[in-house]
């Protein structure tokens, strides 16, 4: 069997296209309104990615959450300030006040590169840079929320 262009004909006198569905091309690739009708996907064929591309501010914004979820630092001066207005050791202070302000800082960077990735992703952004990309707004969010409290706690007990 040949596989060359030129030999299109079949033993029995017919081409191979007739009778057969027309193979999808580059162009066939519906819309992304279309595509979620149809339940399709509207991915393009062009390559994505890249330095300043959605999955990269969304891996950034996790990147700078995770310190702020990992330390267990926040709930405790949360716990400490926010709610029980505990007053710091007058040498404290200042130390306390910077760790409050690094966190809100860190989480508020990650819901600002979050957002970006957000705004940047195109209808072939791969689904798990939206995914990341909205749970570090959601999460950021909150943390910087919570650093907020903090912060609003110690300079009314101090």
Known sequence: MSTSPEDTNTTNGTSPEEG???SPTENDTPAP?????????????????????????GVAGMLFLVPVLVSDRLPELLAWFGL????????????????????????????????????KGTASTRLWARWVAAATV????????????????LRVSW
């Not at 050791?89 to 690094?102: D, K, L, M, N, W």
């Not at 950021?140 to 706690?153: C, D, P, S, Y």
Request: charged share 10%; proline share 5%.
């Open 20 to 22: 057969a569905a027309p």
């Open 33 to 57: 309104e279309e595509a979620f009708v149809s339940g399709t996907s509207a991915r393009s064929s062009s390559p994505v990615g890249g330095v300043f591309s959605a999955e990269t501010f």
């Open 84 to 119: 029980n207005s505990t007053r710091p050791v007058s040498g404290e202070f200042p130390y306390i006040q910077a760790e409050v302000t690094v966190l809100g800082v860190m989480s508020a960077l990650a819901v600002i590169l979050g957002s970006v990735s957000l705004f």
């Open 138 to 153: 959601l999460v950021g969010i909150v943390f910087a929320l919570l650093t907020v409290v903090a912060f609003i706690g």
